[in-house]
């Protein structure tokens, strides 16, 4: 059964803070528990069905990939008590989203086949095509919204606005180009692109760690290297691992996150094929057979797991 939502008490729990996907406990102002449910969202809505094993994709390959980049840029991970849960370090986090794209797709697509050939302050190059890549790849910021929409800007506007210093966003600049090179590695030794994703960051005791998840299919999206150059060639969509076919299922169902749109049924049929395509996406790019978690009382099995934690850490 789906992990649609949690309502734990912890031991020295200051507080609880319910994202789109995630169930976020505060242990005592020092740790975090985060909970990879098994909802999904998508145009920052969420859908009204549950994704069995979600949770668990994005809190292991989110662990895998922590683990895999601890030597560029510290991050916040402590511990994965349960496949569902990443504990951690409780920092203050910066209010952007280091957005980093290699490849013209998804929303720079969407913008550019209207016509714009800017977005966040950087430009990009004429005759262009869909998911072409892009001579370097460009750093798109956005704001990080508490609720709604996360918005694009600039570098200069986020400076000006004073929501990242200049030595930090440089610094934030720097790693999020390390992280996605080396993310870009990992995924060409499994036969992937990483076509674009997203880091957050956060600073605890002055010192800037990475944050959240990263390189899973919620935050990034992913083409099959075998076949891409060939698809681009003759116009040909890309077969990809990403959130953006549950995006394209809506689009074409008449739903895009527009006021007074409805959210189109969703099927057994496609529950389980989106539930498919991210453990498909977890075993392609960990290289590692994904094991199932029980899902007998999977409430218990966390919240057990959890007290465990606290009580022996």
């Known amino acids: 059964m789906p992990v649609i939502s949690t309502h734990f008490s912890f031991p020295g729990q200051k507080n609880f803070y319910k994202g789109k996907v995630r169930d976020v406990y505060n242990i005592n102002d020092e740790l975090l528990l985060l909970v990879a449910t098994d909802r999904i969202s998508a145009f920052d809505v969420v859908l009204p069905a549950g994704i069995p094993y979600k949770g668990q994709v994005l809190n292991q390959i989110a662990a895998e990939f922590l683990d895999a980049t601890a030597d560029i840029v510290p991050n916040w991970k402590i511990a994965t008590p349960d496949p569902m849960v990443t504990a951690g370090h409780l920092c203050e986090p910066f209010k952007v989203e280091m957005v980093i794209r290699g490849y013209l797709t998804g929303h720079a697509w969407r913008e550019y086949k209207q016509g714009k050939r800017e977005i966040c302050g950087i430009k990009m190059p004429e005759g262009m095509k869909e998911n072409q890549a892009f001579p370097q790849p460009i750093i798109t ?54 076509v674009d994703t997203k880091y957050e960051f956060g600073k605890k005791d002055g010192k800037i760690l990475l944050i959240d998840e990263i390189h899973t299919p919620d935050s990034s999206r992913y083409f099959y290297l075998d076949g891409y150059r060939q698809r681009l060639d003759g116009n040909l969509p890309q077969k990809q691992l990403s959130k953006e076919f549950v995006r394209e299922w809506l689009m074409e169902n008449g739903f895009s996150g527009k006021t007074g749109q409805q959210v189109p049924d969703m099927t057994e049929d496609i529950i389980d094929s989106i539930s498919e395509r991210y453990i498909e996406l977890f075993e392609k790019i960990t290289g590692k057979s994904f094991l199932k978690s029980s899902a007998i009382a999977p409430l218990e099995r966390i919240e057990n797991n959890c007290n465990y934690f606290l009580k022996n850490r």
């Open 141 to 194: 910021p956005t704001t990080k919204a508490d609720l709604g929409h996360d918005e694009d800007i600039s570098a200069e506007e986020l400076m000006e606005k004073g929501i990242v210093s200049q030595s930090d966003y440089k610094q934030l600049e720097t790693y999020t180009h390390l992280l996605f090179e080396r993310g870009t590695m990992l995924a060409a030794e499994r036969g992937l692109i990483l």
